[in-house]
């Protein structure tokens, strides 16, 4: 290898150096986040809880569907009479 290519490989060596301590850094706040906001230690915990959540929802969603169902059939017979 030339002096020209060992410099540049220490170059790119050097900046993925600093993107790896960059993404370690981002990791951690992330963790840290996951931790203090959702009180999930694992990414795994995270994904339970948001598919929990998820669920929760979607009852959610099915109870109101019926309730404006019903709701709006009530306001037919109230129009008809």
Known sequence: MTPEELLELKEKIDTSKTNVAELEGRKKQLNEDLKKNWKCDTLEQAEKKVDDM????????????????????????????
């Open 54 to 81: 998820q669920e929760d929802i979607d009852e959610k969603n099915k109870t109101i569907n019926k309730k404006t169902t019903a709701l709006e059939e009530q306001l037919d017979e109230n129009n008809k009479m």
